[in-house]
């Protein structure tokens, strides 16, 4: 018996030693332990969380760490970061292969909270990890810490700076159709588009938040219906087929506030696919802050979602560091 077991074991690092030769990351088969899953998150076999994105009114708690994405709109294909630069990442699970793109948080650390817009993934991080942007964890900590004990939950409805938008993207045509939805405030459920008077046909979300009807829906104009998962849902017409231009719809995704002054959208076409590994810099982080996080109170930022403003992106990625999710 003690004979397999050592053998076992050498098979272990071996097999270990080859994946690192290879420049593989070693797999993560159940979460470490002292890592409990986020409230509301169920598990699968007892192990890992299934993948869901933040929402509802349950708090979460974790650690923030924060990176800058040089202005690029992340793994969501945004056109560009928000002009307040207020934004996060998040890890596979919660990221949910784009389920979460366009939602916002709430986080709360030592100095306060902020509001941030779901813009990215994180692929390293492990459900509870958030990363923020600089700006944003500088608002709710000291960017000297480079790691601290965070809660964060969904913001349900978050007030709407102005109607839907709709992005065609770059070699679509009435035969393949793709879209990005943006300005929804909550994560959405479904969209479905339709030609004239014709059926509904139901767009398939992409991981790069791109919903996509392979077979096309026509030459269009385009009726595009978007529901949220609250259940609001509301339909878009008169939208075109223009690749690459940001179409303002006449619709809310529900009530809220006047619309706020907002810089036009820009029209720069983000690569046709983004990569797995969004673009990152991130940065180093120190020791994690032992005290619990407050409850959270208003967010500091007042506004409901930010414009979005051009900048320029740059490809940076990290490697999974299974160690550091414990």
Not at 32 to 53: E, H, K, S, T
Not at 138 to 159: E, L, M, N, T
Not at 219 to 229: E, F, I, K, L, S
Not at 258 to 287: G, I, K, L, N, Y
Request: one cysteine or more.
């Amino acid at each position: 018996m003690a004979g397999r077991r050592g053998v076992a074991a050498l098979a272990t690092v071996l097999g270990l030693s080859l994946a690192l030769r290879s420049g593989a990351a070693p797999a993560c088969a159940a979460a470490p332990a002292g890592l409990a899953a986020p409230a509301g998150v169920a598990l699968a076999a007892g192990r890992m969380p299934l993948a869901a994105p933040p929402i509802g009114g349950t708090v979460h708690k974790g650690k923030a760490t924060f990176y800058d994405s040089k202005g690029a709109g992340g793994n969501c294909s945004y056109p560009s970061a928000p002009a307040n630069r207020l934004y996060v990442a998040l890890g596979p699970t919660e990221y949910s292969a784009g389920a979460a793109c366009g939602g916002y948080l709430d986080v709360t650390g030592p100095r306060g909270t902020v509001r941030v817009l779901i813009m990215d993934q994180c692929p390293e991080c492990a459900p509870g990890h958030v990363d923020l942007s600089r700006e944003a964890f500088a608002r709710i900590a000291d960017p000297v810490q480079g790691i601290v004990g965070v809660s964060y939950r969904a913001a349900v409805d978050p007030p709407l700076s102005g109607p839907l938008t709709f992005r065609i993207k770059e070699g679509a045509s009435q035969y393949w159709f793709a879209a990005l939805v943006a300005e929804h405030g909550n994560p959405l459920r479904a969209v479905e588009v339709r030609q004239g008077s014709g059926a509904w046909r139901t767009a398939a979300r992409q991981d790069y938040n791109y919903w996509l009807i392979d077979s096309g829906a026509g030459p269009g104009p385009y009726a595009v219906r978007v529901t949220d998962v609250y259940g609001h849902r509301v339909t878009a017409t008169g939208i075109t087929m223009s690749p690459g231009r940001v179409q303002r719809s006449t619709v809310k995704m529900y009530g809220g506030s006047a619309p706020a002054a907002r810089t036009a959208p820009s029209t720069r076409p983000p690569s046709p696919r983004p990569s797995a590994t969004p673009s990152r810099t991130p940065a180093s982080p120190s020791t994690v802050a032992s005290a619990a996080p407050p409850a959270p109170p208003a967010p500091q930022d007042g506004t409901g979602p930010p414009a979005l403003a051009a900048s320029s992106a740059s490809d940076a990625s990290r490697q999974v560091d299974c160690a550091a999710r414990g």
